[in-house]
């Protein structure tokens, strides 16, 4: 989670996220068999600083066709001190949910993207013993579309990648009556939508999806409810792409 400053001073809360699915079955009992009291110890030594770094999953919590839990990682940075620079621990704690949804099995990490990336991976290396078991659920431009006419008049924001146009690179647009322009139209003829900013009718959430998965929200706090917000509209939308 983290505050975005809005224009008249004040801050919203924003909570990102991402995403996945796994690319090879496994059933959630078996998927809460393996994280089950996971934990790691790795010894970290830097001239004087000594520090025990731990890697673990702690709070499962299955549910039905949901096993959510916490990702609990320690790293170091490095910090100037007193003229010298000196190694200080640090803790990510991301929540995480997999889901089962017909035949496919979504992981959504709640953290932003890189984050959320290394994150996927090491649940791959402790699920499937490699990297790889846990892949990126991606959108097509065409269903990122579709996602942008269920709410036209509440997008805005779109940005278009893959452009054809000699020397340029990405197209964007702004603004409250963006779907009323011949612009948007146009954008779509010229590259590929690759993010859409848009209200959703249903839950009033402010939400940008990217074609990756990469989906935030720009007015919520609570990260159990973004987990309930990408059940209840961002699933169902990748499935549709996989059909």
């Not at 078996?30 to 890697?55: C, M, P, Q, V, W």
Request: overall charge negative; aromatic content about 12%.
């Amino acid at each position: 989670m983290s505050l975005t400053p809005l224009e008249n001073g004040a801050v919203c809360m924003v909570v990102a996220g991402k995403v996945f699915k796994l690319s090879e079955p496994l059933a959630l009992e078996e998927i809460a068999s393996r994280l089950e009291n996971y934990h790691f110890e790795e010894d970290y030594e830097e001239g004087d600083y000594k520090f025990t770094l731990l890697t673990e999953v702690v709070g499962l919590l299955p549910k039905k066709n949901t096993l959510s839990g916490v990702y609990s990682h320690d790293y170091v940075i490095h910090v100037f001190h007193r003229g010298k620079v000196a190694p200080l621990p640090r803790t990510v704690e991301a929540l995480f949910s997999f889901t089962q949804v017909e035949d496919i099995t979504f992981l959504t990490v709640v953290e932003k993207k890189r984050v959320a990336n290394f994150i996927a991976n090491k649940l791959s290396g402790i699920l499937f013993e490699k990297v790889g078991g846990i892949v990126e659920a991606r959108i097509p431009p065409e269903t990122l579309r579709e996602f942008h006419q269920k709410n036209p008049e509440d997008t805005k924001i779109t940005f278009f990648d893959n452009v054809d146009i000699p020397n340029v690179n990405k197209l964007s647009l702004y603004g409250p009556d963006l779907i009323n322009t011949s612009l948007f139209e146009d954008y779509t003829k010229h590259g590929d939508l690759w993010y859409v900013v848009a209200r959703s009718r249903e839950m009033g959430y402010v939400v940008g999806v990217t074609r990756d998965a990469s989906v935030t929200i720009f007015n919520l706090a609570d990260k159990n409810k973004y987990v309930e917000y990408v059940n209840k509209e961002i699933y169902p939308i990748i499935l549709t792409s996989t059909k």
